[in-house]
């Protein structure tokens, strides 16, 4: 019969086409050689054995007899064997680490090029020490170190050589990465700092460097003298709407340090816009005035005492 090759430290799942009576199951398992196990079933039609400890390059086979379906039914003998993989002597390397001298925003993940050993140990150092906790995904091939509190600075993280994969062998040598934490600021506004005429109608964006904490920007946010106005999000950008402004009036924009972003980081510093709105169009003058009733006597006198020294 065929063998499989395979690690030592894969679990074997075997599935059933109709449901079984497990403790048949359980009895009927004969391996050869022998090794220690436990079981665990998924629903009633697959068992997954997990070895205890099995010896490299080893040919293995699993035979089940004497078991039966829940109707009652007696399953027909089968076995199947597979063969262990030479001991692993290759190290793993680090694939990649996100992010890497850039801005941390969240957990700090490594890819590692095979699972490894789950116990990390003193195996990672941070400097300037942050306080984390760790878990291990995706088959233990995946490190996600959570920080516990984010304060802005520069960092370096050392993986040290001696974090081992799951046959024990070491890193092929030593990683090291950076990754930086700085407060969150404006970076752009539509309308910069104008002390020039805007339209009565106009829309602000204001554009964060960071993703941010929309409650805490909408309580530092202010408008002075005040005006009723709405608020939009899109991503790490702020769009101020529907602005009831006054004509000819100077205002100032500002929103305070108070402002957080998704890490509870302050701004660093207040940031401010001022800006005037048009006058609006004034009615021009015309070019003549309109006669006064007294200059339209006089006028009136002079034309018929001109007609009277014509008639005489």
Request: net charge positive; hydrophobic share 40%.
């Amino acid at each position: 019969m065929e063998a499989f090759c395979i690690p030592v430290d894969v679990a074997i799942r075997i599935k059933f086409f109709h449901e079984m009576n497990k403790e048949s199951v359980e009895k009927g398992i004969n391996i050869q050689p022998k090794f220690s196990y436990e079981v665990q079933w998924k629903n009633s039609n697959e068992i997954i054995i997990y070895p205890l400890q099995l010896n490299y390059k080893t040919i293995y086979t699993i035979t089940i007899k004497d078991a039966y379906r829940k109707s009652g039914q007696k399953l027909k003998e089968f076995s199947f064997s597979f063969e262990t993989a030479p001991k692993d002597i290759l190290p793993p390397s680090i694939l990649e680490a996100k992010p890497n001298e850039a801005e941390l925003y969240d957990d700090f993940k490594i890819k590692f090029s095979e699972p490894m050993d789950r116990f990390v140990g003193n195996s990672i150092q941070v400097e300037p020490w942050l306080p984390f906790k760790y878990k291990w995904e995706e088959n233990d091939t995946l490190l996600v170190i959570h920080f516990k509190e984010f304060i802005p600075g520069n960092y370096t993280v050392v993986i040290y050589r001696y974090l081992t994969d799951k046959s024990g062998n070491p890193l092929d040598k030593n990683y090291t990465f950076s990754f930086k934490i700085t407060k969150p600021k404006v970076i752009y506004s539509s309308i910069g700092n104008k002390e020039i005429n805007i339209p009565l109608n106009i829309s602000i964006e204001i554009r964060f460097s960071v993703e941010m904490n929309r409650t805490s920007v909408k309580n530092a946010l202010r408008i002075v003298p005040d005006c009723q106005y709405e608020v939009r999000w899109q991503d790490n950008k702020t769009i101020i709407i529907n602005l009831n402004l006054k004509a000819g009036i100077k205002y100032m924009l500002q929103i305070t340090k108070d402002a957080q972003d998704i890490r509870r980081l302050n701004m660093e510093k207040n940031f401010t816009i001022n800006f005037t709105t048009f006058k609006g169009f004034e009615r021009e003058e015309e070019i003549k005035e309109t006669p006064s009733f007294t200059i339209l006597l006089a006028v009136m006198a002079l034309l018929f005492a001109s007609r009277k020294r014509k008639l005489k």
